[in-house]
């Protein structure tokens, strides 16, 4: 993030802007709107520009730019001309001065940028790009503009006015913000929309006489392969309202940002013999902050069902009596196979895959070797690429043809994504060649060969 977004309170505030014409017009048109008093200084002034001048009660300046306005203790300057070495110089000055500057679709000479914004006010949603791409801003909000009702702006109204009694009520600040996400997904936001206050009214005062501190709860949720729009909705919903992330290695830092923003995050990945913290110690955290009333999201990589140990986790909380709910994400091999154009099931190819972990209890790959060796299969071995050679030599040792084809997919679904393809008898001497890294996924099959053909990223 490269520009802090703020919100200022203008009411009263003497403000300056150098130009005119229409753009001035629109800038001004905005700080009206925030009860701002604007001071104008231009040679000529467009009549509209005029009226909002006179309403703020600020005062229009016939003049050309002069350093010797500045004297005045703005609290922010909008250069607004269509003249770039007129807009430079308000900018040095003001950055001399320490005043807040912003020069109009000239983002070198701007402190500060004006986002596109949706008003429902006292609700205000802006959006910004940083200068990059006003148009895409705009269009944004367009968008936003059909999804977010009028009456949101009354809802926010409703509920400033009955803050000071819900923090009265309830003193704990994570209570309380659990208490209005609840009533804001009750039937009381349809009643504020439709002015039915009364009706409102009674429905947060019964919410605040039957309110009772929270149970903690568990969300086991499956964070996918990485690309964080193959989260599901539910996902999503559940990391956005958790107070607690403990979060994986496997969880990309895109995924990773979706959560609530003010939630505490806990980190517990694992590598190969460098666990930051235990299973077992990773179970005493989901039980203890539960307890505690909390809502904790466990954030797993992949499917928390497949090899993710999200089955130890769930039997713990149900010893310790805690509620939990379970959230399945797209497993690794279904989401890299995908974006690495492998299938992993054809009619000429595969009628069956088979998942595996290369990394056992013990350390060591000791698999079903005779069982993998059967045609007309995939195999799907996760957490292989430390014991691959191994793994590549026992296939062929128990059968299988040295030729087979195999793709290693490493960090799968992400812009770093790195797929090499070989066979049984080659592939284990590509992993330094082709700098591949955990986490890879290695599948082993005859659909290794269609990727040529499907590849699409």
Not at 31 to 53: F, T, W
Not at 219 to 244: C, I, S
Not at 379 to 397: D, K
Request: proline share 6%; charged share 20%.
């Amino acid at each position: 993030m490269e520009i802090f977004p703020i919100s200022l309170k203008l009411q009263q505030q003497r403000c300056l802007i150098v130009g005119g014409g229409h753009i001035a017009y629109r800038k001004a048109n905005l700080l009206v709107k925030a009860g701002a008093i604007i001071d104008v200084i231009a040679p000529e002034i467009e009549p509209d520009l005029q009226q909002l001048v006179e309403k703020s009660q600020g005062q229009y300046i016939q003049a050309p730019f002069s350093v010797n306005i500045l004297a005045t203790p703005y609290r922010l300057v909008i250069a607004a001309t269509d003249q770039p070495d007129v807009n430079k110089a308000v900018f040095e000055q003001c950055e001399i001065r320490n005043l807040l500057v912003n020069s109009v679709d000239d983002i070198p000479n701007c402190r500060f940028m004006v986002p596109a914004i949706i008003d429902r006010s006292p609700l205000v949603i802006s959006v910004a790009s940083n200068g990059a791409s006003p148009v895409l801003s705009r269009q944004i909000r367009t968008q936003l503009e059909s999804s977010i009702p009028h009456g949101m702006g009354k809802l926010a109204e409703f509920s400033g006015q009955w803050r000071k009694q819900v923090k009265e009520k309830i003193a704990n600040p994570d209570e309380r913000r659990i208490f209005w996400e609840n009533l804001y997904a009750s039937p009381l936001k349809e009643q504020v929309f439709n002015d039915n206050l009364e009706v409102a009214n009674n429905l947060i005062e019964q919410a605040l006489t039957e309110w009772t501190a929270p149970k903690g709860e568990v969300y086991l949720v499956g964070a996918g392969p990485g690309d964080p729009e193959l989260l599901t909705l539910k996902a999503l919903r559940l990391m956005q309202q958790a107070d607690v992330v403990i979060y994986d290695r496997l969880v990309s830092a895109p995924i990773l940002e979706l959560c609530r923003r003010d939630a505490e995050k806990i980190y517990v990945g694992k590598a190969r013999s460098n666990h930051s913290v235990p299973q077992d110690g990773i179970n005493a955290l989901l039980v203890e902050y539960a307890q505690k009333g909390k809502r904790v999201c466990r954030l797993k990589g992949g499917d928390p069902f497949i090899f993710g140990r999200g089955g130890e986790e769930i039997q713990e909380l149900v010893e310790a009596d805690v509620t939990f709910q379970v959230v399945p994400g797209i497993t690794a091999a279904s989401g890299c196979s995908a974006y690495a154009g492998i299938p992993l099931t054809h009619r000429d190819y595969a009628q069956s895959v088979r998942f595996l972990t290369g990394h056992l209890k013990e350390g060591s790959p000791e698999l079903p070797w005779n069982e993998l060796v059967y045609e007309n299969q995939t195999l799907v071995l996760y957490m292989g690429l430390v014991g691959l050679e191994r793994i590549c030599e026992q296939l062929i040792a128990h059968g299988q043809r040295p030729n087979m084809p195999v793709a290693l997919i490493s960090k799968g679904t992400t812009p770093d994504q790195n797929v090499v393809v070989g066979t049984l008898a080659d592939i284990a001497t590509k992993v330094s060649e082709h700098h591949i890294v955990a986490p890879t996924l290695t599948i082993i099959g005859e659909v290794v060969s269609l990727r040529e053909q499907l590849k699409w990223q």
